[in-house]
């Protein structure tokens, strides 16, 4: 290996590194607010930019169709919750209703209408990316209301079989709505530049200026917004939260809906760089998820950490032994769980 | 005027196991009512039902009505939109979070119901726990025990309650610290209604209007405070000095 | 033991068991025979499940890959090196043993989580091996495998394959069965409620782990093998992360705290995903992997809905038949030699305890002698169960130190103490309320057990230890009776009242033969006559030379009990004398009532 080579696969390890430490931070904070291991967060990077490529295809992408029929579901869930909560305890206005019909009903719909009307038009790219986020990101509060919501004073490995099915689910549907093949979005960075002599792709640049722009955002959102600070305070104590008005239900729904934004911006800087298909999304996820086992699921910056130590190990093995290269990297966990147990302090004394 | 609280026949069961027997309870406006008895009896159960906080192994039955309104049943941040507050045994505080953060959080009610300022009361808290002032920007997780306990009463007190329920609100203080605490509640009482679980008996009763004696997961005894506080049954309930002869099966 | 009659079924298991064993002299279509042998394969890895979710609360994804390395182990022995499948079998026990011994070791101490998300990371590592190296054939796998047979006996035939696997499925569900009603299982139970309360009852929980999961994995490993001598090919689909989930689907739907929960469970996975893959797509057309939808979702609902699987509907009919019984007559277990009266039994000096800026427990020091009940009093929150903790050693001291007849046990572990001779119970009854009280209380004797020469595991599976076994619930029974439940044997522990749930722990304690007894308000829940057969026991327990140390409220008991009281307040000691000088002293007054 020349250094040229070198420094070539040092930049798509930072690049997809970038990736992994985003997903990882969403991670992070699904679990500390909501102790979900949510698995399935790489199947809403690949839902998105599949959807980003049906969009740019001039179709109507039929995750929209998925979007209508599971906020129908969620919709009946809250009817029927509703119902049961009225007999127990008569009184009370009909506000919760219409504000579940607003968000599964409404916005679904709207989000749909729109989608068919932009399907005509020529095509805006930044409007199409903003399209798809806008149609898979509301998926996550419903999986939450349907999947998580009932199970809230459950065991943690219940969580994570349902985490696990929840996953399979969308792989299955992923096949219905994507087809088997795999594509690539249009490059939204055709340009490159050098640097001291390196020749840097300007997608490349794309990923690390968002990367580092959406960590300074959710810095400032959990530091200085009081969405954020109540966020951080069920992750903190989830009782206390709940002393002061802190809904379990509404504060996981905005982990959910916050950690699908972050994968769903993940699917969009990389859908032109690597062929996705609909099975794409697990490998990815359980990247990410190795990356924030390093920092025990608490730790933004380990695991953040940990994300560029499985990308560059990911980019250099992929040289040097492509046919071997996940299975180096999947059993990167050993070394991470060996130091995740040194670096926690032994769990004497904990009830 | 409708009493702020008022329980009746509420049962609580861990599992199979009863924890609290048709238990009765009532909170004027305004008052001051405390709940006193031995360790095990079942006050913190009883405040941790009112409130809607009890583990998930646990099962309650029983009318909770709350300025009119049934509460049984009802999620815990519907019962502190509708003006309930609790001070919990632990505190429950964000430790990793500065002080002024933890008041932030208490305006939640506010904020759901839409007031103007929700940090209005935050001046009033200061000027209550000067401590806490001088100590806003320090993480809860820093603070003495008698200063979380100001910390966790201030961030209830946040929320405007209608009703303010402190949970062993002495424990673990310095005698002194104790004290204070309790002159405290009496004063708070210009403001919202107190229900009050206390173990140091006499200290709370020489606050409260009224109190309520359990044991064993039942109401043994009522009335107005300063009659209570005299009642040779209390001591006996505590330290088994007078030889009170339990009966078999009771 | 009971006569109850020649086999441990009930009716309608032994029609079950009798229709699965003629189905191949029936006139069936192979097919039936095919999905049987599934059913037999799939049902031998949710036995191991039903180890780890159904009981030691431990989860795993990573079965399939288990399962594949058994397959591929002896596909490579009998194809690349022609030896026998006899060799593959060992050998892939061998593979898959030490893979997740590696698992097991790196995961024990941390929370469950980890080791979930250990087995998908390693069983994916698996998975890509196999479809990547040269030597196991790639996406190919490997092919003609040998079949197996038997001092020249051939199991070509699917309907021979059929008795090897079901032969071994019902060897499997017996052994678990065994091994779960043992000493070793009953330890593998307790690691449901965490590490606390095993590990104060001198279990190495972390050893344990390990162990259970070795033995799923085997499980796992040993259908594989079965698996690839079956199919006489291998290759890596069936090995992935979706057929390492589907084992736990089946396992939850059957029902994970029962072996029959796991064959119930394969036989309707393999029924369901028929009935899925054939009948959706024509429902719905086009292309899309229909059955792993429909499967998730049902893992979903049975998760919020039913979460002990549908097998426990079924057993509902059925009275259970009792494996762990008390014999009337045991031989008796070697008990301890005691201190003689009066030695000093414990020593703690200056004991602290800090979290954090808070100090619960500050410069405590007392000493307990031999035959002598010392009580610990002082209002909520003084520190009382802090210090309880910290002479177990289930909290660290700050600083300070705990000796036992002349130990340093205040670095040792908690299940170290408990070995010298240091029983307690916790403050919140710590009981598997699934369990027989009689179980309960036997895992206290967890440490005066046997041995065999064959291994604890070998020896409960094939119930060679019903000697050991004979012993420790006699003992179990005996101490039950002393606490006044002799009536409550086979009673589940969490459908007592929470008083003799507290009674159940001390005779849990008891059986661990302590010198020195912990006892956390015992009294706290019991009516009158219950606290009077307490006051007694512990009466005659300190005649027969043991020192208790306990915490309480209700002083009428105290005051005819202890030698002496102690009270703290504020984490610090502020009185010691007799119950009636402690009764009348100001300062206990003043931190009791206020003034």
């Avoid at chain 3, 929960?261 to 229909?290: C, E, K, M, S, T």
Wanted: proline share 5%; glycine share 10%.
């Amino acid at each position: 290996m020349n250094p040229t080579v070198a420094l070539l696969l040092a930049q798509d390890g930072i690049a997809t590194g970038a990736i992994y430490a985003l997903l990882a931070m969403a991670l992070v904070l699904v679990f500390a607010v909501t102790r979900i291991p949510f698995i399935p967060i790489g199947e809403f990077v690949v839902y998105t930019a599949l959807t980003l490529i049906a969009i740019q295809a001039n179709q109507v992408p039929r995750t929209v169709w998925l979007l209508i029929i599971v906020g129908c579901v969620a919709f009946i869930a809250d009817v029927a919750a509703f119902i049961r909560e009225r007999e127990r305890a008569p009184g009370g206005g009909t506000a919760p209703l219409w504000f579940s019909a607003a968000q599964n009903l409404l916005l679904p719909a709207a989000i749909a209408a729109i989608a068919m009307l932009l399907s005509q038009k020529p095509r805006i790219m930044p409007l199409d990316m903003l399209m798809a986020v806008l149609i898979v990101v509301p998926l996550a509060p419903m999986i939450y209301r349907l999947a998580y919501q009932p199970l809230v004073s459950a065991n943690p490995l219940v969580l994570f079989m349902v985490s696990i099915a929840v996953h399979f689910v969308m792989i299955g549907l992923g096949l219905n709505l994507f087809g088997p093949d795999g594509d690539r979005a249009e490059p939204y960075a055709d340009w490159q530049l050098e640097l001291g002599g390196q020749i840097v792709r300007g997608q490349v640049v794309m990923v690390l200026a968002a990367t580092a722009a959406l960590t300074v955002i959710l810095y400032v959102f959990f530091a200085r917004t009081v969405p954020g600070k109540a966020l951080r305070a069920v992750a903190v104590n989830r009782v206390g939260a709940q002393l002061v008005g802190i809904g379990t239900a509404a504060s996981g729904k905005l982990a959910l809906t916050l950690a699908a934004l972050i994968a769903a911006l993940c699917g969009l800087l990389i859908s032109p760089g690597v062929t996705l298909n609909y099975l794409s999304g697990e490998l990815i996820g359980l990247k990410g998820f190795v990356a924030a086992v390093l920092g025990g699921f608490v730790s933004y910056p380990l695991a953040v950490v940990g994300a560029f130590i499985v990308s560059l190990l990911e980019s250099y093995t992929s040289f040097w032994a492509s046919a071997l290269k996940e299975v180096i990297v999947f059993s990167l966990i050993v070394p991470i769980l060996l130091l995740r147990t040194f670096l926690s302090r032994p769990d004497m004394g904990e009830h | 005027m409708a009493p702020v609280l008022d329980v009746k026949g509420l049962q609580v069961r861990y599992g199979g196991v009863p924890a609290l027997a048709d238990v009765d309870i009532v909170v004027e406006q305004g008052a001051i009512v405390s709940v006193i008895g031995p360790n095990g009896a079942g006050k913190s159960t009883l405040l941790n039902a009112v409130m809607g906080i009890l583990p998930a192994n646990a099962a309650a039955r029983g009318q909770i009505r709350f300025e009119g309104v049934e509460f049984s049943g009802l999620g815990v941040e519907k019962r502190v939109f509708g003006g309930l507050s609790l001070v919990p045994e632990r505190r429950e505080l964000f430790g990793s979070m500065t002080v002024a953060d933890n008041l932030l959080l208490g305006a939640q009610r506010l904020r759901h119901l839409g007031e103007a300022n929700p940090m209005s009361q935050i001046d009033m808290i200061y000027e209550m726990f000067p401590r806490l002032k001088e100590r806003r920007a320090q993480f809860a997780a820093t603070l003495s025990g008698g200063e979380r306990q100001m910390l966790a009463i201030g961030r209830a007190l946040m929320a405007k309650p209608r009703l303010l329920m402190l949970d062993e609100p002495s424990l673990g203080l310095a005698p002194l610290v104790a004290r204070e605490t309790l002159n405290l509640v009496s004063r708070l009482s210009a403001t919202t209604s107190i229900l009050l679980v206390e173990q140091n008996a006499k200290a709370a009763l020489n606050v409260s209007d009224a109190g309520y004696v359990m044991e064993m997961g039942k109401m043994t005894a009522h009335g107005p405070a300063s009659s209570l506080a005299n009642d040779p049954r209390i001591i006996e309930a505590y330290l088994g000095v007078g030889k009170k002869k339990a009966k078999p099966g009771d | 033991m009971k006569d109850r009659g020649p086999l441990p079924f009930q009716a309608p298991l032994i029609v079950v068991i009798a229709l699965i064993a003629l189905l191949p002299l029936a006139p069936v279509a192979s097919a039936w025979i095919t999905s049987f042998n599934y059913i037999g394969l799939f049902a031998l890895v949710a036995l191991g499940l039903v180890l780890l979710i159904g009981s030691a609360n431990m989860l795993s994804f990573g079965q399939a890959a288990f399962v594949g390395l058994g397959a591929y182990t002896t596909a490579l022995v009998t194809t690349l090196a022609g030896l026998s499948p006899w060799l593959g079998l060992v050998l892939g026990w061998l593979v898959t043993g030490i893979a997740a011994y590696l698992i097991g070791l790196i995961t024990r101490r941390l929370s469950g989580h980890y080791l979930a998300i250990a087995t998908m990371a390693v069983g994916m590592a698996i998975y890509f091996a196999f479809a990547n190296l040269e030597v196991l054939g790639k996406n190919d796998g490997l092919n003609a495998l040998p079949h197996l047979s038997i001092l020249g006996f051939s199991f070509e035939r699917s309907e021979r394959m059929y008795y090897v696997i079901w032969g071994t499925v019902a060897l499997a569900a017996l052994g678990v069965r065994n091994l779960l009603s043992s000493r070793i299982g009953r330890a593998m139970r307790a690691l449901a409620l965490g590490d606390t309360m095993p590990e104060a009852n001198g279990i190495d929980t972390a050893r344990l782990k390990v162990l259970t999961f070795v033995l799923a994995a085997l499980l796992a490993s040993t259908s594989g093998w079965l698996y690839a001598h079956l199919q006489r090919a291998v290759s890596p689909i069936p090995f992935g992360l979706t057929h390492g989930t589907e084992y736990v689907f089946m396992t939850v739907l059957g029902g994970a705290s029962s072996v029959w929960g796991a064959i119930l469970g394969a036989g309707l996975f393999v029924l369901l995903d028929d009935v899925l893959r054939n009948l959706l797509p024509r429902l719905l057309g086009g292309d899309g992997h229909y059955e792993l939808v429909a499967l998730g979702v049902m893992l979903i609902v049975i998760l919020q809905r039913a979460r002990d699987g549908l097998w426990p509907f079924l057993a509902r009919r059925m009275t259970e038949y009792r494996l762990a019984e008390a014999p009337a007559q045991a031989p008796v277990l070697p008990a301890r030699p005691r201190p003689a009266p009066g030695e000093p039994v414990l020593e703690a000096r200056g004991l602290q305890k800090r979290f954090g800026g808070l100090v619960a427990v500050s410069n405590v020091s007392f000493d307990i002698k031999a035959g002598e009940i010392l009580a610990l009093i002082g209002p909520n929150g003084a520190g009382k169960s802090t210090t309880f903790d910290l002479v177990t050693s289930v909290q660290r001291l700050s600083a300070g130190e705990v000796s036992f007849r002349g130990t340093k046990i205040s670095d040792l572990p908690s299940r170290a103490v408990f070995a010298l001779g240091v029983g307690r119970t916790f403050q919140h009854a710590n009981l598997l309320p699934n369990m027989s009280v009689l179980e309960n209380a036997a895992l206290g004797a967890h440490l005066r057990g046997d041995g065999h020469a064959i291994g604890d595991v070998l020896a409960s599976a094939s119930r060679l230890n019903r000697a050991e076994e004979r012993k420790l619930l006699h003992e179990a029974a005996k101490q039950l009776d002393r606490v006044g439940l002799g009536d409550s044997l086979y009673t589940a522990a969490g459908n007592l009242a929470l008083g003799q749930q507290r009674l159940a722990e001390i005779a849990r304690a008891l059986c661990g033969d302590p010198t020195l007894l912990l006892l956390d308000e015992p009294a706290a829940g019991l009516r009158y006559f219950e606290k009077v057969a307490l006051s007694s026991l512990l009466h005659q327990l300190r005649s027969e030379g043991m020192s208790i140390l306990l915490v309480e409220h209700d002083m009428e008991f105290l005051m005819e009990l202890a030698d002496r009281v102690i009270v703290m307040d504020f984490g610090r000691l502020i009185a010691s004398g007799t119950p009636e000088q402690v009764q009348n002293d100001p300062a206990v007054r003043r931190a009791y009532l206020g003034d």
